[in-house]
């Protein structure tokens, strides 16, 4: 049919409904990326179903022009589980905050990564609640002065990697919203990946906590803070490409590639592929100003999913099977005729 | 063959088997039921068993039943009073003997009746002596029998101890001269495997009838004829399977896929079960991470295109409160399950109990109509899980089908019917050529929308829990277009008393006394209006399956009764239902809040009392 060859573009994606995100949120650029990135990905339309959750992120659905939910607070990773679950053809993507997954939504956020659903999990973490107007999240750092918190928080944050790696996740990768082609690929890689692939966007909330990325966002400085993991590349970072992490005893360390002692042989070489999570998660807790802050795919490793083994076990199960029909069903086993 | 003197026909016998919890005696009890029903009885059972899965062995919290009531006549519930009780136990004594007719048969294991188990069971003295006066006991050796029968059979002690069932149950199959052969071909091809096993039980069966035969201690024996039953092919059932089964039977003639997302929880986990057992049929389970993700991967489901349900009992009702919301809201079709148990909070989770109707009815925040329906015996619950499954689909809307503990453990015959006869569901799908599919665009007559399967090509929409213009379904806060919304939901529901029945009187419609009922009481206060009847006393019934919307005729039906007696187990739930929804509704109000079933005795007592004689 025409429209299998049409090529769609990112503007095929966008829905008519006027958008009502803040000007300046960080929420405008994950949009742009992630219909960039469905548009290379040449997934039709309808194949496409997106559900969100409850918060400023979770209106997402409605700017989209694919099939879309948006449900109710922390629920989205249940909802669209059963979305995958029952038409597996689907391109299932989640969209949700650190709020919707982590607080309220906690429970359903590491079962859904527990049992590796083939579903694309983008968690803006942008470290405040926003649509409330302004209270601390379960990833606002420890100390964060917000509406409920006049006097500093006294609770420590959840790193998103530390949960998902501990939750037995597959596949993690982290972004931030101003850098539009390092999302795009990352989400290229998210939806390519079979299983639960999280993806923290660092996004950043105008209004109630503009600046919580500002370091790693910072023109002059950010190559310098971050480091863009690459599978199979060695860690090196740096605005001039002068630092590197390796290993040192059973942690990370930041070394110079200019004062003599390291080279780039001695440093770390990133395996995404390795399923002992060890490194990773040491990847993943890496914070800014001692370690650079990891970006790229951090994990990915393959391994069979939720929905494709309810469908095989069934398949499976039905090729052996006595009873084709509910009438077998019925009428089998101690069953006894009065006439 | 048979020696016994003095031979009583009887129109219908209740037994009731009690042991440990791990004494077998609810396998027991299923083998004389279906023994019973193949000999061509008309049975039901109830299992009565503690919440506890091994709790201490020989105290009266310990105690498992099953009672089981079989005749030659309609039964309709499992029976008030046991004719002949089998206490493997003092404390099984202890437990059921308040629940033996003055007169009636007890057998014990007198083996199990030392001192110290007589003690343990809370008795001061030997009970057996205190009661020999009321009741005909027969002291049985089972233990001690059953361990001479094995003696030369390689089997350890434990799994001796476990065949000592069979001995008793030899000895009741002797007193109603029942056949053995169903038992023994029970465990040849339960066992085929351990031929050691099935060879014990059977060797133990016949020991225990051949020792019913020769002491000849029982001086009446009982004769129940093979009831007159309608002709067809029967099998028993109980009520959570006979809901699974509805349920798959409605995604089979829907032509679509059954989804069921659920989290364990007595008494509904065995419709869960039954799913899960359900591949060659295709159903897909998703044992959730908890209540609310069960309801949700449902939800989820039923916006992908499946059937889908969710199973739980009330406190998981509870927790499911706000996603049932969003199903109203977003107008998906739904089966949530609520078989209902002593509450409120934990409870009495093994129990049965109605108390969960206004929960179903208004437990959601804002307006949020959706429909409610009552199963009313274990094998109907096949027709109103279908019945839920039909009106879900056909309504865009989620159903609560309401069954209850006593439902979903019970058992009866049930003559099957073929799948070419059950009635059509046309499920309200899009036009997959529609160039402008409207979400929110109604049906003129029954308000309902559209369900656009996502994976269909040019079908592409947004829904969601926010309030959404009539028609496009997009986001929308006009004050006015809220009222238009909530009137066409609510106006969608009150819509689907077009496609349900209108009720019916049973009994007399021109009696003073009308007595209602809803539910899984049927059975008992069916059989009390029957007995007051045979006793040439008018009396009317009337029996609430649909609860919301009430079937059409509510309101001229039940103005014609001056006295009416509503009878729940709970506090008053329909009775206040009906003062809200009919016009100058009052009423008697008959309440239990036990754990248990109505007894019939108790419900004739009331009636009688009500038809001014006692």
């Known amino acids: ?339 | 063959m048979s020696k016994k003197a003095n031979i009583v026909e009887k129109e219908q016998v209740v037994i009731r088997f009690s042991g440990d919890s791990g004494d077998g005696m609810q396998l027991t009890g299923m083998q004389f039921s279906n023994t019973s029903a193949l000999f061509g009885n008309d049975v039901s059972t109830f299992p009565d068993y503690p919440a506890e899965i091994r709790a201490p062995q020989g105290t009266v919290g310990g105690v498992s039943g099953f009672q089981l009531h079989f005749g030659s006549s309609e039964i309709n519930t499992p029976g008030d009073y046991a004719d002949v009780l089998v206490a493997m136990n003092p404390a099984a004594l202890k437990a059921n003997i308040e629940w033996v007719k003055k007169g009636g048969t007890i057998i014990v294991n007198i083996d199990a009746f030392t001192d110290k188990n007589i003690a343990r069971a809370g008795y001061d003295s030997d009970p057996i002596q205190e009661n020999k006066r009321d009741y005909n006991f027969i002291e049985a050796p089972i233990s001690e029998l059953t361990k001479e029968c094995l003696a030369n059979l390689e089997l350890d002690q434990k799994s001796v101890m476990r065949t000592r069932n069979m001995f008793a149950l030899g000895m009741v199959y002797w007193l109603f001269d029942r056949p053995l052969t169903y038992t023994e071909k029970f465990f040849e091809t339960k066992f085929h495997k351990v031929p050691l096993v099935v060879e014990a039980n059977k060797r133990v069966l016949h020991a225990g009838y051949n020792f019913a035969e020769t002491i000849e201690a029982l001086p009446i024996n009982y004769k129940v004829s093979p009831a007159k039953i309608q002709p067809g092919t029967f099998r028993n059932i109980s009520g959570n399977t006979a809901t699974a089964w509805g349920l798959i039977a409605a995604a089979e003639k829907a032509g679509l896929e059954l989804f069921c997302g659920s989290y364990p929880i007595t008494p509904a986990t065995e419709i869960l079960q039954e799913l899960a057992a359900r591949k060659d049929m295709g159903v897909k389970t998703f044992q959730a991470e908890d209540e609310i993700a069960g309801i949700c991967t449902a939800i989820g489901a039923a916006f992908a295109g499946d059937l889908a349900c969710t199973t739980t009992s009330g406190p998981g009702l509870a927790l499911k409160t706000e996603a049932s919301g969003l199903a109203v809201m977003t107008e998906l079709p739904l089966v949530i399950v609520n078989v209902q148990r002593g509450g409120p909070s934990t409870g009495l989770p093994t129990k049965t109990e109605q108390s969960d109707l206004m929960q179903a009815l208004h437990g959601r925040s804002g307006e949020a109509p959706l429909v409610v329906i009552a199963a009313s015996t274990p094998s109907n619950c096949f027709d109103y899980a279908f019945q839920a499954a039909k009106i879900a689909l056909e309504h865009m809307t989620p159903v609560i089908l309401l069954t209850d503990g006593f439902l979903a453990n019970g058992t009866e015959p049930w003559r099957l019917p073929r799948m070419e006869n059950l009635p059509v569901i046309k499920v309200p799908l899009a036009n997959p050529n529609d160039t402008n599919y409207l979400p929110y665009l109604r049906d003129k007559e029954t308000h309902v929308r559209k369900w656009a399967i996502p994976g269909t090509p040019g079908l592409e929409h947004r829904i969601g829990g926010l309030e959404k213009m009539d028609v496009t379904g997009t986001v929308s806060y006009v004050p006015k277009n809220h009222q238009v919304m909530t009137n066409h939901r609510e106006n969608k529901i009150n819509k689907v008393a077009d496609f349900i029945p209108e009720l019916e009187i049973i009994g007399d419609p021109d009696a003073k006394l009308l007595v209602i009922g809803w539910g899984g009481t049927y059975g008992h206060i069916y059989s009390a209006v029957k007995e007051i009847r045979k006793e040439k006393k008018k009396i009317a019934f009337v029996h609430f399956n649909y609860m919301w919307p009430l079937p059409k005729n509510t309101t001229t039906l039940l103005s014609k009764y001056k006295n009416i007696l509503v009878c729940e187990l709970n506090l008053g739930q329909l009775a206040d239902h009906l003062k809200v929804n009919v016009h100058g509704f009052d009423c008697e109000k008959f309440n239990k809040l036990q754990g248990q079933p109505f007894t019939v005795e108790e419900l004739k007592e009331k009636f009688n009392q009500l038809l001014g004689e006692k």
């Open chain 1, 1 to 339: 049919m025409a429209q299998d060859i049409i090529k769609l573009t990112a503007k095929d994606f966008k829905s008519d409904q006027e958008i009502r995100w803040c000007p300046g949120c960080g929420d405008h650029a994950v949009l742009n990326s992630i219909q960039k990135a469905m548009a290379d990905l040449e997934i039709p339309k309808e194949k496409i179903a997106v559900i969100s959750g409850i918060g400023c992120s979770s209106r997402f659905p409605y700017y989209m022009s694919t099939y879309g939910f948006h449900t109710i607070h922390g629920r989205a990773s249940a909802i669209a589980s059963g979305v995958k679950v029952a038409n597996p053809d689907l391109s299932v993507w989640q969209i949700t905050g650190d709020g919707d997954a982590m607080a309220i939504g906690g429970n359903h956020f590491i079962h859904v990564i527990r049992r590796n659903v083939d579903l694309n999990l983008i968690l803006f973490n942008n470290e405040i609640y926003g649509l409330t107007k302004g209270q601390y999240s379960p990833t606002s750092q420890f100390g964060a002065v917000t509406k409920t918190s006049p006097f500093g928080t006294v609770e420590y944050p959840f790193q998103p990697g530390e949960l998902v790696i501990g939750a037995q996740g597959k596949f993690f990768a982290r972004t931030i919203d101003m850098n539009v082609k390092l999302s795009v690929d990352i989400f290229i890689e998210a939806a390519k990946h079979k299983g639960t692939s999280v993806v923290e966007v660092l996004q950043n909330c105008v209004i109630y906590n503009d600046g919580a990325h500002a370091a790693l966002s910072d023109k002059e400085e950010k190559d310098n803070r971050t480091i863009v993991l690459k599978h199979g590349e060695p860690m090196v970072f740096g605005k001039d490409r002068d630092k590197g992490i390796a290993l040192e005893g059973l942690k990370l360390k930041v070394v110079s590639l200019t004062d003599g002692k390291y080279t780039e042989k001695d440093l770390l070489v990133h395996d995404a592929y390795e399923p002992n999570p060890g490194v990773h998660l040491m990847l993943a807790n890496m914070k800014y100003p001692e370690y650079p802050v990891a970006l790229g795919v951090i994990r990915k490793v393959d391994t069979p999913t939720y929905d494709e083994s309810v469908t095989k076990q069934i398949k499976t199960v039905q090729k052996s099977a006595k009873h084709k029909n509910m009438n077998d069903v019925l009428y089998s086993g101690n069953t006894w005729t009065i006439e």
